[in-house]
């Protein structure tokens, strides 16, 4: 099955600067690169996502890119705030093959003052 | 997103206890999942749903039962609780994306069990 390594576990970063978030996935029939963040006691909820005919993402501050080669993929955040601090998981699945996410372990994020 | 919700939101039970997780949808996504997420392992698939009444294991199934006789209800049963089950639970819906190519998984408020 598929497996999701995800680095780094705890990141933290000065309010204004670059977070980078990395992960490297095993199937490469997978398709399909979502990114979830969950704040403290809340659920996780999709930030952006990728798919695998697409190379690079951007969604106003946030952006994915994906090589498909290397099987890796990675969130970048610019201009970080304080309220961009939470856990951020990737994952991948195959579209039409279940559907089912795997996820990453978690990069827990402290945006810094 | 008030379109999932999962009940009840905290559980304490006894091992040896069955219990189930109750878990509606509103939007008749195709697909729903069960995952639990404990410290230093993310979210983990326990059981997935494509359609009513067909269901098939996730990476941690072991312990746990699942039914979808309604398309819009998935519950889990733990059978026997140990303590080992003691975890946050997640239910998440998400469309097929034959048609609409949009497979965003939805997930719940999420489900705190205490295993004593």
């Known amino acids: 099955g598929e497996n999701v390594e995800q680095h780094p576990s705890t990141l933290s970063v000065q309010e204004g600067d670059s977070a980078v978030i990395k992960c490297t996935y095993s199937?490469?029939?997978?398709?399909?690169f979502p990114w979830y963040k969950q704040e403290l006691g809340k659920r996780p909820q999709l930030i952006i996502d990728?798919?695998?005919?697409?190379g690079e993402k951007k969604d106003q501050r946030i952006a994915v890119t994906l090589n498909k080669t290397a099987k890796h993929f990675s969130l970048h955040i610019t201009e970080t705030q304080p309220e961009d601090s939470a856990v951020y998981f990737c994952?991948?699945?195959?579209?039409?093959?279940?559907?089912?996410?795997?996820f990453g372990t978690g990069t827990q994020l402290k945006v810094e003052l | 997103d008030a379109g999932i919700t999962q009940s009840p939101r905290y559980k304490i039970t006894e091992t040896g206890r069955q219990v189930t997780l109750m878990c509606h949808q509103t939007w008749s996504h195709s697909y729903m999942f069960w995952y639990r997420q404990d410290l230093g392992h993310g979210l983990r698939l326990i059981y997935y749903s494509a359609a009513a009444d067909i269901t098939d294991k996730g990476e941690v199934p072991d312990g746990y039962v699942v039914s979808r006789s309604k398309t819009e209800n998935f519950p889990l049963t733990l059978e026997s609780a140990t303590r080992s089950q003691t975890s946050v639970y997640f239910c998440a819906s998400s469309d097929s994306g034959r048609i609409s190519l949009n497979t965003e998984a939805f997930f719940g408020q999420g489900t705190r069990l205490t295993v004593v």
């Open positions: 994952a991948a699945s195959l579209t039409g093959g279940g559907n089912k996410l795997t």
């Open positions: 990728i798919r695998s005919n697409v």
């Open positions: 199937d490469s029939a997978s398709n399909y």
